[in-house]
């Protein structure tokens, strides 16, 4: 070990960040823009890809959430296993160049399934990101600043959301001007944005490999050997999570654990069938029924393969109401932003240049703001109270509601475009202040080994309830009724839904949090 490495341990021995841990922080935001750009690029090329590639906006809703979403979902168990036994940093490195290949590609496709199998690809080297960085950043930043050093991380997916909206509508309008037939590529403008921002990725991917792997829940005075065999973990978190491997971990488990698996399936199965024949929308539930069936799967598997993680996670009513809370609001964030650049540019009349500047410039200003500010409040909160942080939720979950109705109630014309933009980026501002209450919180919630586990328990809740299900709800409502305006505000009838969550979680977070060790010797928890 040299002496700054020395030096990083020291600091994090004596509960301190070092200066190399600001540096990190920097490096995982660009990470995070990355991934967000390459994410949301989908949203201001839609009405070019629904011309070209014959689509509909329940097409949009489904490749933007439910395709993308599942497959993030699912991966992301083992792979948050796998950030808990192996090493974070290389795995990363892996993740960001698989997702940057998989957004070129997406440039390739000339159909909705090309797309589809594309978007399952980002997907899934996604699902490497924030297990990942949350684990990396919570062994580099104390309790008492984690909320804040994630705010920072977060903060990546406000600039990257903005940014792809600002790169993908110059792009599109730049090279459909120069090039209307497709130039010698044969290519549209949305396929070569999809190009332009996935190869530099790639680039990104050495220079993540650069960073140093710190030592394991030192920061919190837990320091945790790194397992023997860090591999076995993910295996058997692969068997217990994808179909059809779940069956397989199921039977190992007894005939018992099998009929029940089986049951689950047939469970499953039959209401993605009941939904598909009520909305035509066969492989949006499909990919819903598949990833609730395999979350069931994997938390059955864990309630047997590693008791103290499940008690801490799925038996907390803290966590979990924290988790269902937070997906809701994601459920709203994601419902709005996914069709605010298709609404001004469909029903206000603007071009994608102009979208792209306004609205992407407006939103990463705003969620940037956002996420800071509520990291902040949330720290401050959380020392004066052990559940203020689910304060900072409820403030997020109810007031972007009157600045998306003003937004979405607007009907076309230059002034309307502005206030369209100006209250959008308002609610993007509210929306925010959510994430890193959220993060922080469950990662408080349970032991540094743990901690990549509890992402991805806080991302299936983020992806299976908002972004496979609120994209969709908003493009099917817009579908069949034909106004999208009534479609995104309709979706905040699940307000109430999230405020009853939030208020369990406020009731249950304090002793969650304070009986956090005793509980896991308990459970037989080596701490």
């Known amino acids: 070990m040299n002496g700054s490495e020395r030096t990083v341990d020291e600091q994090a021995s004596a509960g301190k960040p070092s200066g190399y841990a600001s540096y990190a922080l920097g490096v995982l935001f660009l990470v995070y823009l990355v991934n967000f750009i390459d994410r949301q690029m989908i949203t201001i090329l839609a009405p070019d890809i629904k011309r070209d590639l014959g689509l509909d906006d329940a097409d949009i809703g489904f490749l933007y959430g439910t395709?993308?979403?599942?497959?993030?979902?699912?991966?992301?168990?083992?792979?948050?296993?796998?950030a808990d036994s192996w090493h974070r940093v290389r795995l990363l490195t892996i993740g960001l160049a698989l997702w940057s290949a998989m957004t070129a590609i997406s440039g390739l496709?000339?159909?909705?399934?090309?797309?589809?199998?594309?978007?399952?690809?980002?997907?899934?080297?996604?699902?490497?990101?924030?297990?990942?960085?949350?684990?990396?950043?919570?062994?580099?930043?104390?309790?008492?600043?984690?909320?804040?050093?994630?705010?920072?991380?977060?903060?990546?997916?406000?600039?990257?959301?903005?940014?792809?909206?600002?790169?993908?509508?110059?792009?599109?309008?730049?090279?459909?001007?120069?090039?209307?037939?497709?130039?010698?590529?044969?290519?549209?403008?949305?396929?070569?944005?999809?190009m332009a921002v996935g190869l530099p990725g790639l680039l990104l991917a050495l220079w993540v490999a650069t960073l140093r792997e710190p030592v394991r829940g030192l920061m919190d005075g837990l320091p945790t050997p790194t397992p023997a065999a860090p591999f076995r973990g993910f295996i058997d978190e692969l068997f217990a999570a994808i179909p059809p491997f779940t069956f397989v971990a199921a039977a190992r488990r007894g005939a018992r654990a099998f009929a029940v698996n089986l049951g689950a399936a047939s469970f499953f199965a039959a209401a993605a069938w009941m939904l598909a024949a009520l909305t035509g929308a066969v492989l949006q539930w499909t990919c819903v029924g598949i990833g609730y069936y395999a979350v069931f799967s994997w938390v059955s598997a864990l309630r047997h393969s590693d008791p103290p993680t499940f008690a801490l996670i799925w038996k907390s009513r803290a966590f979990v109401a924290t988790i269902l809370g937070y997906g809701i609001i994601a459920f709203l964030t994601y419902g709005t932003a996914t069709f605010a650049p298709v609404y001004a540019l469909e029903a206000l009349g603007a071009d994608a240049k102009t979208v792209g500047l306004w609205i992407g410039g407006g939103s990463a200003v705003a969620g940037f703001l956002g996420v800071i500010l509520g990291g902040r409040l949330s720290d401050r909160l959380?020392?004066?109270?052990?559940?203020?942080?689910?304060?900072?939720?409820?403030?997020?979950?109810?007031?972007?509601?009157?600045?998306?109705?003003?937004?979405?109630?607007?009907?076309?014309?230059?002034?309307?475009?502005?206030?369209?933009?100006?209250?959008?980026?308002?609610?993007?501002?509210?929306?925010?202040?959510?994430?890193?209450a959220a993060a922080a919180t469950t990662q408080d919630l349970v032991l540094p080994r743990m901690r990549g586990t509890a992402t991805a328990a806080l991302l299936l809740a983020t992806t299976l309830i908002g972004l496979a299900l609120g994209p969709y709800a908003v493009g099917e409502l817009s579908a069949s009724t034909g106004d999208l305006g009534f479609a995104v505000m309709a979706i905040f009838a699940a307000v109430p839904l999230g405020l009853g969550l939030l208020y369990q979680a406020w009731r249950h977070v304090?002793?969650?949090?304070?009986g956090l060790v005793t509980h896991a010797r308990r459970v037989g928890e080596a701490v």
């Open 382 to 436: 959380h020392r004066r109270h052990p559940a203020g942080r689910i304060a900072v939720l409820g403030v997020a979950l109810v007031t972007p509601v009157v600045p998306v109705v003003l937004a979405f109630g607007l009907s076309g014309g230059q002034s309307d475009f502005f206030w369209f933009c100006f209250w959008i980026s308002i609610a993007n501002f509210l929306f925010s202040l959510a994430l890193g």
């Open 109 to 194: 496709a000339r159909n909705g399934a090309m797309l589809t199998g594309a978007r399952i690809g980002v997907g899934i080297g996604e699902a490497t990101a924030s297990p990942a960085a949350y684990s990396l950043i919570s062994d580099m930043f104390p309790r008492h600043m984690r909320a804040t050093a994630l705010a920072i991380y977060s903060a990546g997916a406000y600039f990257g959301g903005g940014l792809s909206l600002m790169i993908g509508g110059y792009i599109v309008e730049a090279w459909d001007r120069a090039y209307p037939d497709g130039g010698a590529v044969g290519l549209a403008g949305w396929q070569v944005a999809f």
């Open 67 to 82: 395709a993308f979403a599942v497959f993030y979902a699912l991966f992301g168990i083992p792979l948050g296993r796998l």
């Open 510 to 514: 304090p002793s969650a949090a304070a």
